[in-house]
């Protein structure tokens, strides 16, 4: 066996070497590892637009309404954008998230919408406490992002009318319509949701100015 200048057999240098070698990959390694965990990703938040309030029309309705929050899944009691396929199968974005959940999404679109439209008398939500005959109440079915081709925005929810005075259901509707992305990004969809709330909205409104107008309130 050779001996080297320092007096160490020269067959131990390479064995000394590899386990550096070795040591500096993992501890390298490691510094990677824990920089990707430090580095999450940020959430990123959308919101839909609402009409600003408008002035009463000449003809507005003599109807007050207060719209109630919509029954739902609890995918849509999150703020968490919800995904789905023509299939069963659905699931939700960790971080892409609405503003604020479906239920309130929709519940403040039909409040700002249908009270700038000036056709009623007021529209309100149950914390304004304000009184009123009328409850827009439904249920809430889909507020998703459907991967099809192309991509759409699937709103889909029931919408009922109740008479505090008659304690009955007096008109109804349903709602169901897929709107187009205009690309396969989220961006695309949240712009094609807008649009599809919005045009909800306007059936709804179109729906109840044409109960109203047929039964005159007593």
Not at 90 to 115: C, D, F, K, S
Not at 127 to 133: G, H, W
Not at 176 to 197: G, T, Y
Request: with cysteine.
């Amino acid at each position: 066996m050779s001996v080297n200048a320092h007096g160490v057999p020269s067959s131990a240098s390479p064995v000394r070497g590899k386990r550096r070698i070795w040591l500096l990959a993992t501890l390298a390694a490691l510094a990677v590892m824990s920089a990707g965990c430090g580095s999450a990703r940020p959430i990123k938040y959308y919101q839909l637009t609402y009409p600003m309030s408008g002035s009463a029309a000449p003809d507005t309705l003599d109807a007050t309404l207060i719209v109630h929050l919509f029954e739902a899944s609890h995918l849509y009691l999150d703020d968490k954008i919800v995904y789905g396929f023509e299939g069963p199968e659905m699931g939700t974005y960790e971080n892409q998230r609405w503003a604020e959940p479906p239920i309130e999404i929709l519940q403040n679109a039909l409040v700002r919408g249908l009270r700038s439209s000036g056709r009623f008398k007021g529209v309100y939500t149950p914390r304004s406490n304000a009184s009123a005959r009328f409850i827009l109440m439904g249920h809430l079915y889909d507020f998703k992002e459907l991967d099809s081709k192309p991509i759409v925005a699937r709103l889909n929810y029931e919408i009922r009318l109740r008479d505090r005075k008659t304690g009955a259901t007096v008109w109804n509707h349903l709602y169901s319509h897929d709107e187009p992305a205009s690309e396969k990004s989220v961006s695309a969809f949240v712009l094609a949701m807008d649009k599809n709330v919005q045009r909800s909205v306007l059936e709804v409104q179109a729906g109840l100015e044409e109960y109203f107008r047929s039964h005159p309130l007593n």
